[in-house]
């Protein structure tokens, strides 16, 4: 059963995160996925659950049914009015977005893009960084993969061992005997390792991953506003030009150039502003995302360690328990 | 690393540190990294689990430094040791040479010849221990295992290692011929080693004989199943001659049938196997024995068990090389994302976030290390699965062994009966039907004479069927004892490297999981 309940506060750090009253929460369950619908049109739902002291939200509790294509429009309507947020990705984010992406963040489909050192450099940190983590995230699979395929080889190889005992009979039946029980129990243990794996540690690299591609979304909400915001610029410095030169003809076009002029140069304020807007909201996601991936990653390799430390700690106590049963002491 | 056998205790091998042989199971980090060695994809060396592999050119014989008993052979069971002619024993230097005659085809009559070398318990009067150099080819243990087999019947012979149908020039290259050097060391070791045949003179004539092999090849290359006695061992003879002292004629009668020769009696002897096949006519011989046969039937069950374990433990072991490899990859991965991030850091907590890559790593690398050297280990214990699997292989041939000498016995009966009867009718027939008295008798003289012949044959006969009934018994029982002893060993061998190398693997994530344990919620 998937059941993840996070609870979020605000920004005060002093406060413990589970306050009931004084800082405002909000607690977000996912719980119960059905499969409704028949056929082609069959969908999951979820049941969402939510507690919270926020005077927006009607009432303390409250708990409705969501499906897939909700999420999406959700996270559609917050990519359209928080510009410069990172907004954390969906699972299983599609791939045809990714190239759109970097083509217009790489500036391959416009000419015009900005040009500051630290941006550029900031872009060449978010691609590679991509292509790290992807790599660690495969590996860590890969990973998951070997604990599944040992658990198994282990479980066969404690059948065969166990069946040439019941050949051999006496003590080295006894012993083959054993040695196959134990197989077969260590056997599961890799299982359970494996799906600890795959929870806790694969599952929030492919996170770090997706993280990463919001922020390159980000970067192309970045690069649109820059593009406005650049080409009103220079049709706002043509057309103060041309004004000027009709003013100096005392044109009767004169006029209606200054009120185009006017309404042009409040667009391309309006367009400066929002990105500008962008750049500091990115600054700030950056390094909020750069502490929050810490954070994240640090307990995911802290679950990582102790689940293998677990294991093999297991392991070893399984073996050396045999031992005596062999006659050995220890 | 060198290891030293135990002579006595349950384990093959200690582990040594300087602490000259502690109990591995209060030690297990002993098991920690001293001995790094690189698992090699020929055959294992017969040796105990924690010997270094040998070079190219040394022999497998360890060299020990201080041993309880001043043996220096390495071996899981030191009672057989104890009995064993030879110390040692040295496959190396591998030579390309001609033969004598010239060929027309470059590369053709070229063989490769190895330097074989081998020490001797029993010394000479001066108490110094005699060792032996030879030179051997390949085709001289062939003829070797021949006349083992030859003269063995009934025994569990060690299996020689395989010819190989391959052209010359892979015969030369380097790593066929290393295979093949490490394949024979192991094939001489275990006859040495073998309470009977290592005492034979064969394998006595092939280590120490000077010059070239003198032993013939054997003549008989027939079926094993359709031999008879083929050269009845001199141990029946009173003249007890080496070679060419057999009394003649009872070896002819005893000979089977190839071509060429009596293809009567071949019929004859195919008939009479057919017949026992099937169970049919009911010779004279007491058929197998009840114990018997239930003791192959348990044979065929274990072979059939040891096949299913051996590959078990071949996937098993490739398992633990996959995760050891994909561990290995993962903390690349890391060491690299670590060094990424460490190049222009802009915040603390991306530092904080490269160093925890690096930490992560290493512990990786090393775990995946661990897992690899507990690996390399754990397929040098198991491959004595493999090892008493192939040799099932010699428990059929000491099997038919005892199935072929039945059956000439049984022939041999077949034909004593047939004999007798025609002389009971010769006696009683007039002299009339061979025309003269004089005629019948000569008949009848040739006929007991040729009774007497095949008498003595099937009393020869008997005896060696009894003999190879009673080797088969002895090698059955000594292959459990030696086979439960190997496994026993294995075992414990087995767990006590896992469990060693789990608690190192455990203490390197423990460690990681201590350094990050800020990260947990606090519901650790």
Same mark, same amino acid.
């Given at each position: 059963?998937?059941?993840?309940?996070?609870?979020?506060?605000?920004?005060?750090?002093?406060?413990?995160?589970?306050?009931?009253?004084?800082?405002?929460?909000?607690?977000?369950?996912?719980?119960?996925?059905?499969?409704?619908?028949?056929?082609?049109?069959?969908?999951?739902?979820?049941?969402?659950?939510?507690?919270?002291?926020?005077?927006?939200?009607? =009432?303390?509790?409250?708990?409705?049914?969501?499906? *897939?294509?909700?999420?999406?429009?959700?996270?559609?309507?917050?990519?359209?009015?928080?510009? =410069?947020?990172?907004?954390?990705?969906?699972? @299983?984010?599609?791939?045809?977005?990714?190239?759109?992406?970097?083509?217009?963040?790489? =500036?391959?489909?416009?000419?015009?893009?900005?040009?500051?050192?630290? *941006?550029?450099?900031?872009?060449?940190?978010?691609? @590679?960084?991509?292509?790290?983590?992807?790599?660690?995230?495969?590996?860590?699979?890969?990973?998951?993969?070997?604990?599944?395929?040992?658990?198994?080889?282990?479980?066969?190889?404690?059948?065969?061992?166990?069946?040439?005992?019941?050949?051999?009979?006496?003590?080295?039946?006894?012993?083959?005997?054993?040695?196959?029980?134990?197989?077969?129990?260590?056997?599961?243990?890799?299982?359970?390792?494996?799906?600890?794996?795959?929870?806790?540690?694969?599952?929030?690299?492919?996170?770090?991953?997706?993280?990463?591609?919001?922020?390159?979304?980000?970067?192309?909400?970045?690069?649109?506003?820059?593009?406005?915001?650049?080409?009103?610029?220079?049709?706002?410095?043509?057309?103060?030009?041309?004004?000027?030169?009709?003013?100096?003809?005392?044109?009767?076009?004169?006029?209606?150039?200054?009120?185009?002029?006017?309404?042009?140069?409040?667009?391309?304020?309006?367009?400066?502003?929002?990105?500008?807007?962008?750049?500091?909201?990115?600054?700030?996601?950056?390094?909020?995302?750069?502490?929050?991936?810490?954070?994240?990653? =640090?307990?995911?390799?802290?679950?990582?360690?102790?689940?293998?430390?677990?294991?093999?700690?297991?392991?070893?106590?399984?073996?050396?328990?045999?031992?005596?049963?062999?006659?050995?002491?220890? | 690393? +060198?290891?030293?056998?135990?002579?006595?205790?349950?384990?093959?091998?200690?582990?040594?540190?300087?602490?000259?042989?502690?109990?591995?199971?209060?030690?297990?980090?002993?098991?920690?990294?001293?001995?790094?060695?690189?698992?090699?994809?020929?055959?294992?060396?017969?040796?105990?689990?924690?010997?270094?592999?040998?070079?190219?050119?040394?022999?497998?014989?360890?060299?020990?430094?201080?041993?309880?008993?001043?043996?220096?052979?390495?071996?899981?069971?030191?009672?057989?040791?104890?009995?064993?002619?030879?110390?040692?024993?040295?496959?190396?230097?591998?030579?390309?040479?001609?033969?004598?005659?010239?060929?027309?085809?470059?590369? $053709?009559?070229?063989?490769?010849?190895?330097?074989?070398?081998?020490?001797?318990?029993?010394?000479?009067?001066?108490?110094?221990?005699?060792?032996?150099?030879?030179?051997?080819?390949?085709?001289?243990?062939?003829?070797?295992?021949?006349?083992?087999?030859?003269?063995?019947?009934?025994?569990?012979?060690?299996?020689?290692?395989?010819?190989?149908?391959?052209?010359?020039?892979?015969?030369?290259?380097?790593?066929?011929?290393?295979?093949?050097?490490?394949?024979?060391?192991?094939?001489?070791?275990?006859?040495?080693?073998?309470?009977?045949?290592?005492?034979?003179?064969?394998?006595?004539?092939?280590?120490?004989?000077?010059?070239?092999?003198?032993?013939?090849?054997?003549?008989?290359?027939?079926?094993?199943?359709?031999?008879?006695?083929?050269?009845?061992?001199?141990?029946?003879?009173?003249?007890?001659?080496?070679?060419?002292?057999?009394?003649?004629?009872?070896?002819?009668?005893?000979?089977?049938?190839?071509?060429?020769?009596?293809?009567?009696?071949?019929?004859?002897?195919?008939?009479?196997?057919?017949?026992?096949?099937?169970?049919?006519?009911?010779?004279? /011989?007491?058929?197998?024995?009840?114990?018997?046969?239930?003791?192959?039937?348990?044979?065929?069950?274990?072979?059939?068990?040891?096949?299913?374990?051996?590959?078990?433990?071949?996937?098993?072991?490739? $398992?633990?090389?996959?995760?050891?490899?994909?561990?290995?990859?993962?903390?690349?991965?890391?060491?690299?994302?670590?060094?990424?991030?460490?190049?222009?850091? /802009?915040?603390?907590?991306?530092?904080?976030?490269?160093?925890?890559?690096?930490?992560?790593?290493?512990?990786?690398?090393?775990?995946? %290390?661990?897992?690899?050297?507990?690996?390399?280990?754990?397929?040098?214990?198991?491959?004595?699965?493999?090892?008493?699997?192939?040799?099932?292989?010699?428990?059929?041939?000491?099997?038919?062994?005892?199935?072929?000498?039945?059956?000439?016995?049984?022939?041999?009966?077949?034909?004593?009966?047939?004999?007798?009867?025609?002389?009971?009718?010769? +006696?009683?027939?007039?002299?009339?039907?061979?025309?003269?008295?004089?005629?019948?008798? %000569?008949?009848?003289?040739?006929?007991?004479?040729?009774?007497?012949?095949?008498?003595?044959?099937?009393?020869?006969?008997?005896?060696?069927?009894?003999?190879?009934?009673?080797?088969?018994?002895?090698?059955?029982?000594?292959?459990?004892?030696?086979?439960? +002893?190997?496994?026993?060993?294995?075992?414990?061998?087995?767990?006590?490297?896992?469990?060693?190398?789990?608690?190192?693997?455990?203490?390197?994530?423990?460690?990681?999981?201590?350094?990050?344990?800020?990260?947990?919620?606090?519901?650790?």
């Amino acid at each position: 059963m998937i059941s993840t309940q996070r609870t979020f506060s605000g920004s005060s750090p002093s406060q413990s995160p589970r306050s009931p009253s004084g800082q405002p929460f909000l607690s977000v369950s996912v719980t119960d996925p059905v499969k409704l619908g028949n056929g082609v049109q069959a969908y999951i739902s979820y049941r969402v659950m939510s507690k919270t002291n926020m005077p927006e939200y009607q =009432g303390q509790e409250k708990i409705v049914i969501r499906r *897939y294509s909700d999420f999406v429009w959700l996270r559609d309507r917050l990519a359209d009015k928080f510009k =410069g947020i990172f907004i954390p990705p969906l699972p @299983e984010k599609s791939a045809d977005v990714q190239s759109k992406v970097s083509d217009v963040v790489l =500036g391959k489909e416009k000419p015009v893009e900005e040009s500051s050192p630290e *941006y550029e450099k900031l872009k060449h940190y978010i691609f @590679e960084l991509e292509d790290h983590l992807a790599e660690a995230q495969k590996q860590a699979f890969r990973l998951v993969k070997r604990h599944r395929e040992l658990g198994q080889s282990l479980s066969d190889f404690g059948k065969a061992i166990k069946l040439l005992g019941a050949c051999e009979g006496e003590s080295l039946g006894k012993a083959f005997s054993e040695l196959g029980s134990k197989s077969e129990m260590m056997s599961i243990k890799l299982q359970k390792e494996a799906h600890n794996l795959l929870m806790n540690f694969e599952e929030p690299l492919k996170d770090y991953v997706r993280a990463v591609q919001s922020i390159k979304v980000t970067m192309t909400d970045r690069a649109n506003a820059f593009r406005q915001h650049y080409e009103l610029a220079e049709t706002i410095r043509l057309k103060e030009i041309n004004l000027d030169k009709l003013t100096l003809m005392r044109s009767d076009r004169a006029g209606e150039a200054e009120i185009e002029f006017r309404e042009l140069k409040a667009e391309s304020e309006e367009a400066t502003r929002r990105y500008e807007t962008i750049v500091k909201l990115m600054n700030e996601e950056l390094s909020r995302f750069q502490e929050q991936k810490t954070a994240e990653l =640090g307990l995911a390799f802290h679950e990582f360690a102790k689940g293998q430390a677990k294991l093999s700690h297991d392991i070893a106590d399984a073996w050396r328990s045999l031992l005596p049963k062999l006659g050995v002491s220890s | 690393m +060198e290891t030293l056998p135990l002579a006595d205790g349950p384990l093959a091998a200690v582990p040594v540190d300087g602490s000259g042989g502690g109990d591995p199971l209060l030690h297990p980090l002993q098991f920690d990294s001293s001995f790094s060695f690189s698992f090699s994809s020929s055959s294992p060396t017969r040796t105990s689990s924690f010997a270094e592999p040998p070079s190219n050119a040394k022999g497998v014989s360890l060299q020990a430094t201080e041993s309880p008993k001043g043996s220096i052979y390495p071996s899981p069971r030191p009672n057989s040791r104890e009995d064993s002619d030879y110390l040692k024993i040295t496959v190396s230097d591998p030579q390309k040479e001609s033969e004598s005659t010239v060929s027309l085809v470059p590369g $053709a009559g070229t063989f490769v010849s190895y330097l074989i070398t081998s020490r001797t318990r029993a010394s000479d009067l001066s108490g110094s221990l005699q060792e032996f150099s030879v030179r051997r080819r390949f085709r001289d243990v062939v003829t070797l295992a021949d006349r083992i087999a030859e003269s063995y019947r009934g025994f569990v012979i060690p299996p020689r290692p395989d010819k190989s149908v391959v052209e010359s020039q892979v015969m030369q290259k380097q790593e066929f011929v290393e295979q093949r050097r490490s394949a024979l060391e192991k094939y001489l070791y275990k006859l040495a080693e073998h309470p009977v045949i290592g005492k034979s003179d064969e394998l006595r004539v092939f280590l120490q004989a000077a010059g070239k092999f003198p032993l013939p090849a054997t003549t008989d290359m027939a079926s094993r199943v359709l031999d008879g006695a083929v050269r009845l061992p001199k141990q029946f003879f009173s003249s007890g001659e080496a070679g060419s002292g057999y009394v003649a004629a009872p070896q002819d009668v005893v000979q089977p049938a190839k071509g060429g020769r009596d293809l009567l009696r071949m019929f004859k002897e195919l008939k009479q196997s057919v017949a026992n096949d099937w169970g049919g006519a009911k010779p004279s /011989v007491v058929e197998e024995d009840k114990t018997f046969l239930e003791r192959k039937e348990r044979v065929l069950e274990l072979e059939q068990q040891l096949s299913t374990a051996s590959q078990q433990a071949e996937a098993l072991v490739k $398992a633990q090389q996959d995760i050891s490899e994909t561990m290995g990859e993962l903390g690349l991965a890391f060491l690299k994302l670590g060094k990424f991030e460490s190049e222009e850091v /802009v915040c603390d907590s991306q530092r904080i976030r490269a160093a925890d890559y690096k930490h992560l790593a290493t512990a990786a690398v090393r775990a995946s %290390r661990a897992y690899r050297e507990s690996n390399s280990l754990a397929m040098k214990h198991l491959d004595k699965l493999h090892e008493y699997y192939g040799l099932m292989l010699a428990v059929h041939h000491a099997f038919s062994d005892r199935a072929s000498a039945l059956v000439t016995l049984q022939t041999l009966l077949s034909d004593l009966s047939s004999l007798r009867l025609r002389e009971e009718k010769l +006696e009683a027939a007039s002299s009339k039907i061979f025309g003269s008295e004089r005629t019948r008798s %000569r008949k009848l003289e040739e006929l007991k004479e040729t009774i007497i012949v095949t008498e003595d044959a099937k009393s020869i006969a008997f005896r060696e069927y009894e003999r190879i009934k009673e080797n088969n018994k002895s090698e059955l029982d000594r292959l459990d004892k030696e086979r439960h +002893e190997d496994f026993i060993a294995m075992i414990k061998g087995y767990i006590v490297n896992q469990a060693g190398y789990a608690e190192k693997i455990a203490g390197i994530w423990t460690q990681v999981a201590g350094e990050t344990n800020r990260y947990a919620n606090g519901t650790d």
